[in-house]
């Protein structure tokens, strides 16, 4: 029953901005860091940016200066606001829950983000 559910993919052009919504359901969503995975044709997926639940972040040196991570405890939502993209950002993107201490860890479906002109 938990679940996560990612909207707000699409396509943009080159150098446009998307936000990508992650909801999440059925668990203690507090007790989770939260995370930003990506999957390109052809590739390993690949972390993209962590949040902790007191709002602390990590971020992979692709998307360093153009992507933000964010959480809303009350809505139990992370966010992903990403900026100047481009075209080897095209991947379909992941939401992931990992539990701060437990051995506990959930995907969502992915959403498909295409960058191309």
């Known amino acids: 029953q938990v679940q996560l559910v990612e909207s707000g993919g699409g396509l943009v052009q080159p150098g446009g901005s998307l936000r990508l919504s992650c909801a999440a359901s059925?668990?203690?969503?507090?007790?989770?860091?939260m995370g930003w995975y990506r999957q390109a044709p052809g590739k390993q997926r690949e972390l993209v940016t962590t949040?902790?639940?007191?709002?602390?972040?990590t971020y992979a040196d692709s998307g360093k200066g153009r992507f933000t991570i964010s959480r809303d405890n009350a809505k139990n939502t992370v966010y992903l606001q990403m900026n100047s993209l481009k075209p080897e950002d095209t991947a379909v993107y992941y939401c992931?829950?990992?539990?701060?201490?437990?051995?506990?860890?959930?995907w969502g479906q992915g959403t498909q983000v295409t960058v191309s002109s």
């Open positions: 992931n829950a990992n539990h701060r201490i437990r051995n506990l860890q959930y």
């Open positions: 059925g668990m203690i969503f507090s007790f989770y860091s």
């Open positions: 949040i902790t639940p007191a709002g602390s972040t």
